[in-house]
């Protein structure tokens, strides 16, 4: 599963500084939580419906690409 994932990533000194985004359909306390302290940089719930997943998926990239600040 995506957790999995996330612990694999971030327990890997190669892609451990990798941002990672979670995009799901979770929103539970308890995923949100667990995500954030194995490190996730960002934990976004899936809107419902084609046209609302696409705004969410612009404003994303939108903000990654252009407001984010990251590392050199």
Do not use: Q
């Amino acid at each position: 599963n995506g957790i999995e994932v996330l612990e694999k990533l971030k327990s890997d000194a190669r892609t451990k500084l990798m941002p990672v985004v979670v995009l799901t359909s979770s929103a539970e306390d308890p995923d949100i939580k667990t995500c954030y302290e194995l490190g996730v940089n960002s934990y976004l719930v899936k809107p419902l419906g084609f046209d609302s997943f696409i705004d969410k998926i612009s404003e994303l990239g939108f903000y990654w690409m252009v407001t984010n600040e990251i590392a050199r």
